[in-house]
């Protein structure tokens, strides 16, 4: 059984310049949130998707937007990158149907570098 | 607004000591959960426990311990005779359901633990 899988593992980009992650959730989940981990610090989240909808949004500005596919799967993309934007992007899952605080399941990240 | 603080930044050990990681949080809801997470090198964020705000019963779980206490609103873990690989970042986090559920992470702490 496949946990989180999310593409690709390390990127860069320069300043400017538009990212796409992707995220495949744990099978039998369908709720997908995304946070951004600075280094050393703890993750901060960025936005929850539900049934292809953004359900929640955290503190980040519109440069960051998502999308999720009736697969479940999801995209998370960042414009007009700076160079605080270089970060680990890490990908949750959950299923819908249990207790919504329960146990998130997180993917390994993708490393995001902005020269 | 939800805050989690983990004081302790880095803690280094040598192997078989018992070591305890601080977590406070601050919360205006009587209902919320509180969780902690384990991130290895690899970068996956690993669930360890949950613990709702209605128990404040301790656990125990193999070598790892947990302590609950409202008064002080705290959450600390205790991992005893600790091991080489318990070398991690470890992170408190918080969520709400009145908040939308979603986790908010105190700024972790880096255990090393040394043979």
């Known amino acids: 059984d496949a946990g989180v899988t999310q593409s690709p593992t390390h990127l860069i980009k320069t300043r400017g310049q538009q990212v796409t992650l992707r995220c495949s959730p744990k099978s039998g989940h369908d709720t997908v949130s995304w946070y951004q981990q600075a280094l050393g610090q703890g993750p901060q989240f960025i936005f929850q998707y539900y049934e292809e909808e953004e359900r929640q949004r955290g503190n980040f500005p519109d440069r960051f937007s998502g999308h999720q596919f009736p697969n479940y799967s999801s995209e998370l993309n960042v414009n007009a990158l700076l160079l605080g934007d270089s970060a680990l992007y890490l990908c949750?899952?959950?299923?819908?149907?249990?207790?919504?605080?329960?146990?998130?399941?997180f993917g390994e990240g993708s490393r995001l570098t902005v020269l | 607004a939800q805050k989690v603080t983990q004081a302790q930044t880095e803690i280094s050990v040598v192997e078989k000591e018992d070591v305890t990681l601080d977590c406070v949080y601050e919360?205006?809801?009587?209902?919320?959960?509180l969780f902690w997470y384990k991130q290895p090198p690899s970068g996956e964020l690993v669930f360890l426990i949950r613990r709702n705000s209605f128990d404040e019963q301790n656990e125990i779980s193999g070598r790892y311990s947990w302590n609950f206490q409202k008064s002080t609103s705290s959450f600390n873990f205790t991992i005893t005779a600790s091991q080489v690989v318990d070398s991690a970042v470890y992170f408190c986090?918080?969520?709400?359901?009145?908040?939308?559920?979603?986790?908010?992470f105190g700024g972790g702490t880096r255990l090393m633990v040394k043979p």
């Open positions: 949750a899952s959950r299923p819908s149907g249990r207790d919504l605080t329960g146990e998130l399941f």
């Open positions: 919360t205006r809801d009587t209902t919320y959960y």
């Open positions: 986090a918080l969520s709400e359901p009145a908040a939308g559920n979603m986790l908010t």
